[in-house]
């Protein structure tokens, strides 16, 4: 059930890979699940009501936790 647009991170940090996808049914959304013993579990679903253009993760700064940046419609959104 994903869309055109895919990211792979440890957002968290802790030691288990969150996917980022965007929906391909119903209204534009983000969503992120944790992939942990080859199954998905989703954690968060962010409206986008412009639609995603694309998905990216920007690595952690010091003492910090990566961050997803997503171009919904013609804003950029920074997730953390």
């Known amino acids: 059930g994903a ?3 895919i990211a792979l991170s440890d957002l968290d940090q802790d030691g288990a890979l969150e996917v ?7 209204e534009d959304a983000i969503v992120v699940s944790s992939l942990r013993g080859g199954e998905l579990r ?6 986008a009501p ?10 952690a ?7 997803l940046v997503a ?3 013609p804003e ?3 997730v953390r």
Do not use: K, N
């Open 42 to 47: 989703q954690r968060l679903r962010l409206p």
């Open 50 to 59: 412009a639609g995603v253009r694309a998905l990216a993760v920007c690595p």
């Open 76 to 78: 950029v959104w920074i």
């Open 3 to 5: 869309g055109a647009q």
């Open 61 to 67: 700064e010091d003492r910090g936790v990566p961050a």
């Open 20 to 26: 980022v996808t965007t929906t391909d049914q119903g």
């Open 71 to 73: 171009v919904v419609g």
